[in-house]
């Protein structure tokens, strides 16, 4: 997709994906003053998209000023052969989007072209082609790094919303490594994910892995005005599956309920807003609440009209209820039931709202 329907797309979806709008406006307008202005724009993600910009003459200072240009550069088809022989020679590590890029550029030297012949960079290590360049942001020379090397990380999410590489299934395996005890700079890595633009329904299958990204920063963060930016975020993400109801249901925004550092107040504020949504309740599967009766952290008033909901008939889609009672037993058998938040007359009432189900709370005791 070209990147001025990108734009119309983000420009269509409202206000909630201006920053969207914005990084693709400074990777494509042609107006040198707006340019300029996107250029001094808080985001780095949109100052990254102006040195994309063919209109963007990259200088030998702009690298020096940000080495994450570089990355923008090799993509930006006025780089000067000066400007790649920079980048491409004198760097003794490079992920390997730089170098293939270089390689194909309409101003790569025949010195670059020989280097690279030399050097001879591997592809034996990627089963999958569209993880290749961000399995490279942990990976070097053979072996796994404990740093995730978040410059290139965040240089290949931002060439990837702009529609030049692919990025990893969101949903894959790919992305268990980021919440891996081996990571060190695990929060750090959660902020970036965190600090992406959302993404609206209309251009989900160009930028889903941002959706993921963004899922996992709901769900791992510890910080709560990163928590309560993600929190209205609704995007759902899709394994193609089917039958997995807690994959398929994650959003940013059920991530974020499902969060036990999630801040008190917010949980009642999600829950507030769910409740309020009539139509929605009976909705299958209902990705939030489910997370909240999941959440030990869950206030007892937030548990409490959950419970209450069922009760007065409010949700009275049997699959919904089950969800919420006992979670979905072949993909992700918890719920209020399981949750250890869940103690006293609570769990009496979600007990007898069990049995009058045909539920039996005893098979579905799990230990803590």
């Known amino acids: 997709m070209k990147l001025q329907d990108r734009l119309r797309k983000a420009q269509d979806a409202g206000a909630d994906f201006t920053l969207l709008a914005c990084i693709f406006e400074a990777a494509s307008t042609l107006d040198s003053s707006q340019l ?84 001879g960079f591997t592809e034996e290590l990627y089963g999958d082609e569209t993880e290749k360049f961000f399995t490279e942001a942990f990976f070097e020379d053979g072996e796994v790094r404990t740093v995730v090397d978040l410059e290139s990380l965040e240089s290949l999410f931002y060439l990837y919303i702009l529609g030049f590489i692919e990025a990893p299934t969101p949903t894959g395996e790919f992305w268990e490594y980021f919440l891996s005890d081996e990571v060190t700079n695990i929060n ?53 599956v089917g039958g997995f109801y807690w994959q398929d249901s994650r959003s940013p925004r059920s991530s974020v309920a499902s969060n036990e550092h999630t801040p008190t107040d917010l949980l009642r504020e999600i829950f507030n807003e769910e409740s309020e949504d009539s139509e929605g309740l009976n909705d299958f599967p209902h990705p939030v609440l489910w997370r909240l009766s999941c959440n030990p952290s869950t206030p007892e ?38 949750n250890p ?25 799990i230990s803590h």
Request: negative net charge; aromatic residues 8%; hydrophobic residues 40%.
């Open 188 to 240: 750090e890595t959660i902020d970036l994910f965190g600090s992406l633009p959302a993404i609206p329904e209309s251009l989900y299958e160009e930028c889903d892995a941002v959706v993921g990204a963004r899922c996992l920063a709901g769900g791992w963060s510890k910080r709560p005005e990163l928590l309560r930016s993600l929190a209205w975020d609704r995007q759902l993400l899709y394994t193609g």
């Open 36 to 119: 300029e202005n996107l250029r001094k724009h808080n985001s780095r993600a949109v100052q990254f998209a102006t040195f994309c910009n063919p209109l963007t003459v990259i200088s030998s200072l702009d690298l020096q000023s940000d080495p994450f240009i570089k990355f923008a550069a090799v993509f930006n088809p006025s780089t000067l052969t000066e400007i790649l022989d920079e980048i491409g020679l004198n760097q003794t590590s490079l992920n390997p989007v730089i170098p293939e890029t270089i390689h194909v550029h309409k101003n790569v030297s025949k010195e670059f072209q020989v280097f690279r012949e030399i050097i």
């Open 341 to 365: 938040a869940v103690k006293g007359d609570l769990r009496n009432r979600v007990e007898t709202i069990m049995r009058a189900i045909d539920l039996d709370p005893e098979d579905y005791v």
């Open 301 to 338: 008033d937030v548990i409490e009209g959950i419970i209450s909901l069922i009760e007065q008939n409010l949700v009275t889609d049997g699959d919904t209820q089950r969800e919420l009672l006992i979670g979905e037993p072949d993909d992700f058998p918890y719920g209020l039931v399981t």
